[in-house]
């Protein structure tokens, strides 16, 4: 079997580190190993405005935003192919046909569509395409017939009831459709980075985040204001980790390497924790040492995304060449779904040679 990767980000907003730690970093380092048959990245618009319908405009803002994210973190245009959603008509079609596979008491049930609808305070006035995301995201992944999908934790039970759609289908009509599995970090602390205020998540919305695209500064002022340990006022206080988001980001980000070049009195974070709870070293250090490994990530970036946003032409064709590519793929699997379900009308005069058959009967 061929492996066929696909990932993809809402384009609500620039992404962050959240972002990067969660999946960027993983599909990176996929797309380098080469160890797959096609790898697909989607600028995911159309599921972008099941909760921001009223916004159209905050959505097309954000399309060049997330690919240039994208490019700049080494997302590589000639492996991967960069699409925007709502522009391959196929993948709404297949969304509709897979409705008919799921009933709406599997649909309350999936725990990240449960807690979205209540981060969003939706209660009884929930958007139907919001309602139904995990379809759409089956038809998402099928349409490519994906069979690896990177993704952070919080998405595990989307691919799950793809899984579900996929055997509903192929049991039904035809084996024509693919069963993913996900990719998820394994770093624990990368599987959810909590925002810089110490919250359980990063939130565009709540503006608790480091964005890619944070100039130096902006990272500077942001690391220097992070939670940390609300008991540990004085130096000589005895520290905690648990719940300390300056050490859930350097789980996530540093390395030993790291303690080398900017923090040469411990060998590693092991060391540098013990010291912490022991009392006796200041949260400002920490929080030096942590801007300048994230310093060592994004500066990288920074400086790709320059190069990109100085030829944004060249970004906008790698957009079309992409979903270009994907349209061609996408119709591919909706004509074998079709003619699975025996809806191919005109294909070959299907609809005429049933007539006959029957007459013959």
Same mark, same amino acid.
């Given at each position: 079997?061929?492996?066929?990767?696909?990932?993809?980000?809402?384009?609500?907003?620039?992404? %962050?580190?959240?972002?990067?730690?969660?999946?960027?970093?993983?599909?990176?380092?996929?797309?380098?190993?080469?160890?797959?048959?096609?790898?697909?990245?989607?600028?995911?618009?159309?599921?972008?405005?099941?909760?921001?319908?009223?916004?159209?405009?905050?959505?097309?803002?954000?399309?060049?935003?997330?690919?240039?994210?994208?490019?700049?973190?080494?997302?590589?245009?000639?492996?991967? %192919?960069?699409?925007?959603?709502?522009?391959?008509?196929?993948?709404?079609?297949?969304?509709?046909?897979?409705?008919?596979?799921?009933?709406?008491?599997?649909?309350?049930?999936?725990?990240?569509?449960?807690?979205?609808?209540?981060?969003?305070?939706?209660?009884?006035?929930?958007?139907?395409?919001?309602?139904?995301?995990?379809?759409?995201?089956?038809?998402?992944?099928?349409?490519?017939?994906?069979?690896?999908?990177?993704?952070?934790?919080?998405?595990?039970?989307?691919?799950?009831?793809?899984?579900?759609?996929?055997?509903?289908?192929?049991?039904?009509?035809?084996?024509?459709?693919?069963?993913?599995?996900?990719?998820?970090?394994?770093?624990?602390?990368?599987?959810?980075?909590?925002?810089?205020?110490?919250?359980?998540?990063?939130?565009?919305?709540?503006?608790?985040?480091?964005?890619?695209?944070?100039?130096?500064?902006?990272?500077?002022?942001?690391?220097?204001?992070?939670?940390?340990?609300?008991? %540990?006022?004085?130096?000589?206080?005895?520290? %905690?980790?648990?719940?300390?988001?300056?050490?859930?980001?350097?789980?996530?980000?540093?390395?030993?390497?790291?303690?080398?070049?900017?923090?040469?009195?411990?060998?590693?974070?092991?060391?540098?924790?013990?010291?912490?709870?022991?009392?006796?070293?200041?949260?400002?250090?920490?929080?030096?040492?942590?801007?300048?490994?994230?310093?060592?990530?994004?500066?990288?970036?920074?400086?790709?995304?320059?190069?990109?946003?100085?030829?944004?032409?060249?970004?906008?064709?790698?957009?079309?060449?992409?979903?270009?590519?994907?349209?061609?793929?996408?119709?591919?699997?909706?004509?074998?779904?079709?003619?699975?379900?025996?809806?191919?009308?005109?294909?070959?005069?299907?609809?005429?040679?049933?007539?006959?058959?029957?007459?013959?009967?």
């Amino acid at each position: 079997m061929k492996n066929i990767i696909l990932t993809g980000d809402r384009p609500t907003g620039k992404l %962050h580190i959240g972002h990067f730690v969660g999946s960027l970093r993983n599909r990176v380092r996929i797309q380098n190993e080469e160890n797959y048959d096609d790898m697909f990245v989607m600028i995911a618009d159309a599921q972008a405005l099941t909760d921001n319908a009223d916004n159209p405009q905050k959505i097309k803002d954000n399309i060049l935003n997330v690919a240039l994210d994208y490019l700049s973190v080494g997302i590589d245009p000639k492996k991967v %192919h960069i699409f925007i959603q709502s522009e391959v008509n196929s993948l709404t079609e297949l969304t509709f046909y897979y409705s008919n596979l799921v009933t709406v008491s599997r649909l309350q049930r999936n725990p990240t569509v449960k807690n979205e609808i209540k981060i969003r305070g939706f209660n009884d006035s929930i958007p139907v395409g919001f309602f139904t995301y995990p379809i759409s995201q089956a038809a998402d992944i099928t349409a490519f017939k994906a069979n690896i999908v990177p993704v952070g934790e919080d998405q595990l039970p989307m691919i799950e009831q793809t899984r579900e759609i996929v055997r509903s289908f192929n049991r039904i009509y035809d084996n024509v459709l693919v069963e993913p599995e996900a990719v998820i970090p394994d770093n624990e602390a990368c599987l959810r980075l909590p925002g810089t205020d110490g919250s359980r998540k990063m939130s565009k919305s709540v503006g608790n985040c480091i964005y890619l695209s944070d100039s130096k500064e902006v990272v500077k002022e942001k690391v220097m204001g992070m939670y940390t340990d609300p008991l %540990h006022i004085k130096v000589e206080d005895k520290g %905690h980790i648990e719940g300390n988001s300056v050490f859930t980001y350097l789980d996530a980000f540093c390395t030993d390497e790291d303690f080398q070049q900017f923090y040469s009195e411990f060998k590693n974070l092991d060391e540098l924790k013990k010291a912490y709870q022991n009392g006796g070293i200041g949260d400002m250090k920490i929080k030096k040492f942590l801007y300048q490994v994230l310093e060592k990530t994004l500066e990288p970036i920074r400086e790709r995304r320059k190069i990109y946003e100085n030829d944004i032409e060249r970004v906008y064709q790698i957009l079309k060449e992409g979903t270009d590519y994907a349209k061609k793929v996408a119709e591919k699997t909706l004509m074998e779904v079709k003619q699975a379900m025996q809806i191919d009308y005109f294909q070959e005069d299907n609809l005429l040679k049933q007539f006959y058959k029957q007459k013959e009967k």
